[in-house]
């Protein structure tokens, strides 16, 4: 069985892909954007920290990127509905199934091409509360 932490991340896309939010979504893809493939979300683990609360269990603080890809005339605006998109469908239900104690938005960063105007990359910065147990990360 896979971690709590894949199981979360896996969540996730199933929820974004689930929604109507404009994109794919791809969980941690390697191959390059193309023109015609935008706009694409991808879903990549930042960091995960664990604190010991008690004998048998371990609370974890996972950030994630949710990275959105969009292309054509001004960018950020096209970008826009899909963050708001995203936003939503994320905040529509907090617990992730009860997989999670919560999400939370922490930022979004927008980042434009220097070689294509028509380039633009959103970055959504999202904090996940977990629990586990000290001896399975699956459970």
């Known amino acids: 069985m896979a971690t709590v ?7 996730m896309v199933a929820v974004l892909n689930a929604g109507a939010i404009g994109a794919p979504v791809y969980r941690s893809r390697t191959d390059p954007v193309s023109r015609n493939q935008s706009p694409a979300v991808i879903i990549s683990p930042v960091t995960d920290q664990a604190t010991l609360v008690s004998i048998e269990f371990f ?17 950020d605006v096209l970008a826009d509905p899909i963050v708001a998109a995203i936003h939503a469908a994320l905040m529509a239900d907090m617990t992730l199934g009860n997989l999670v104690e919560t999400i939370e938005p ?28 000290q001896q399975d990360l699956t459970r």
């Open 106 to 133: 922490v930022s979004t960063h927008f980042e434009f091409s220097d070689t294509d105007a028509e380039v633009c990359v959103a970055t959504g910065e999202f904090k996940i509360s977990y629990r586990t147990s």
């Open 5 to 11: 932490r894949e199981q979360i991340l896996e969540k």
């Open 59 to 75: 609370e974890w603080s996972l950030t994630v990127h949710v990275v959105l890809y969009v292309r054509g005339p001004a960018p």
